[in-house]
């Protein structure tokens, strides 16, 4: 069945780069999206990117598509502290069937 | 204002008690699901409906039941709740033009059951 994974957390340093990867099993969605999920909030959409492209850059966030080793990845880049959150990636087969992974928790040390 | 609303936003609850978690919407959206969120996973759909006389089960619909009142209203039951219903709902809403065929999410709705 339809798998999406991520590592649980990540800590990098105010003004660096943040790179958060997920891996997916199933690669016939239509879009994998990033969501961000702020305490006591519900999720946000971020970005998403079309499964038929590599890469989309939109300020400082860039998501890479590597479809061969069915690998996701978004890159903010100068993350600040107001980044801090949770970041679902997920797969969307159609309307009714988004496969969410369990999110990476991003935290910014000073 | 929010788009999307849940209310209550926290229940504590017991064992073997019907609770009712309200979804409502201002964005004109048809489409509205239904999600639980439990630590350590992603979501996971229990119920959607793409119009008001749609209702559809999800993923994990066993001990739910959902009631479309309107277009803006979506109401999710828990006819007898149990321990493992413990979890944070979220609600949400789409429509077929939007880009990405994005979800907007409602802030969620923390219940537990003791």
């Known amino acids: 069945g339809e798998d999406v994974e991520q590592s649980l957390f990540l800590s990098v340093r105010e003004g660096d780069s943040s790179v958060i990867n997920c891996t997916y099993t199933?690669?016939?969605?239509?879009?994998l999206y990033w969501y961000k999920q702020e305490p006591g909030a519900g999720l946000q959409l971020l970005t998403y990117?079309?499964?038929?492209?590599d890469m989309k850059q939109d300020q400082r966030l860039t998501v890479l598509l590597n479809k061969k080793d069915k690998h996701l990845s978004l890159r903010i880049a100068d993350t600040q502290t107001g980044d801090s959150a949770i970041y679902f990636c997920?797969?969307?087969?159609?309307?009714?069937?988004?496969?969410f992974g369990s999110g990476t928790r991003l935290s910014i040390r000073p | 204002d929010a788009d999307v609303t849940q209310t209550p936003r926290n229940r504590i609850t017991k064992t073997g008690k019907r609770i009712m978690l309200e979804c409502s919407q201002t964005?004109?959206?048809?489409?509205m699901y239904w999600y639980r969120q439990d630590p350590g996973l992603g979501l996971r759909l229990i119920y959607y409906?793409?119009?008001?006389?749609?209702?559809n089960k999800g993923e994990i619909s066993d001990g739910y039941s959902v009631s479309r009142q309107a277009q803006a209203k979506f109401s999710l039951s828990l006819e007898s709740a149990i321990p493992n219903q413990t979890a944070l709902y979220f609600c949400?809403?789409?429509?077929?033009?939007?880009?990405?065929?994005?979800?907007?999410f409602g802030p969620g709705t923390r219940l537990t059951v003791l």
């Open positions: 949400a809403t789409s429509d077929t033009s939007g880009a990405g065929d994005e979800q907007f």
């Open positions: 199933d690669s016939s969605s239509t879009y």
């Open positions: 990117i079309f499964s038929n492209m």
């Open positions: 997920a797969e969307r087969f159609s309307a009714s069937k988004i496969i």
């Open positions: 964005k004109g959206h048809d489409r």
């Open positions: 409906s793409f119009d008001v006389k749609d209702i």
